[in-house]
């Protein structure tokens, strides 16, 4: 089991910045990638980044060059900078992640709401 618990969600003026925090607890040794995903209203839940455990990347093409997520093993953690914001961002993000253990499970943190105005 693995828990997630996330933070640094808000309302923030379109072009503005904010910071999401996750930290995992639970058997994080099985940890193979953490990311972010997020669910706007009447949309379906999408990817937003991902980062492996030896630090490769991906992004929807939608946030690449605003947005980088950042990852601490040591400390189970999982950031992301979200810079440039778009009213289209707002949603509630969600921390996942995978854990391999026989198979491949997900887990996901409650999430946090991200309103941007314009």
């Known amino acids: 089991q693995v828990q997630l618990v996330e933070s640094g969600g808000g309302l923030v003026q379109a072009g503005g910045s904010l910071r999401l925090s996750c930290v995992a607890s639970g058997n994080t040794f099985s940890i193979v990638a953490m990311g972010w995903y997020r669910q706007g209203p009447g949309k379906r839940r999408e990817l937003v980044a991902s980062?492996?455990?030896?630090?490769?990347?991906n992004y929807a093409d939608s946030v690449k060059g605003r947005f980088t997520i950042s990852r601490d093993n040591a400390k189970n953690t999982v950031d992301l900078q979200m810079n440039s914001l778009k009213p289209d961002d707002t949603a509630v993000y969600y921390c996942n992640a995978q854990v391999v253990s026989r198979s491949l499970y997900h887990y996901w943190g409650q999430g946090t709401q991200v309103t941007v105005s314009s």
């Open positions: 980062i492996t455990s030896g630090g490769s990347t």
